[in-house]
Nanobody, 115 residues
Framework: QVQLVESGGGLVQAGGSLTLSCAASGMTFGIYAIQWYRQAPGKQRELVASITSGGRRFYADSMKGRFTISRDNAKNTVTLQMNSLKPEDTAVYYC?????????WGKGTLVTVSS
């Protein structure tokens, strides 16, 4: 059974940093791309960043230069380092993978950035 568990969220002041982690189990982790999404109150879920099995990275425009996604295939984890956080980064952050055309999601971790 595929499981994704996010951690690392919390309250931080604007300009601060947080590191989110996604721990995966139940699949051959190293062969799948992993995505981070976020959903702010009253808004649609949006893609934040993704990393392929080969380590190629993609970032949404508003995260470029501030967020860094990385993976450790030995530990079945993906991390999202978030720097220079802004109040508009406040959201629930979700880890996601697509396997055999099925979407798998974690329960999310809340990030709150105060001004």
């Amino acid at each position: 059974q595929v499981q994704l568990v996010e951690s690392g969220g919390g309250l931080v002041q604007a300009g601060g940093s947080l590191t989110l982690s996604c721990a995966a189990s139940g699949m051959t982790f190293g062969i799948y791309a992993i995505q981070w999404y976020r959903q702010a109150p009253g808004k649609q879920r949006e893609l934040v960043a993704s990393i392929t099995s080969g380590g190629r990275r993609f970032y949404a425009d508003s995260m470029k230069g501030r967020f860094t996604i990385s993976r450790d295939n030995a530990k079945n984890t993906v991390t999202l380092q978030m720097n220079s956080l802004k109040p508009e980064d406040t959201a629930v952050y979700y880890c996601n993978l697509v396997m055999r055309d099925l979407d798998y999601w974690g329960k999310g971790t809340l990030v709150t950035v105060s001004s």
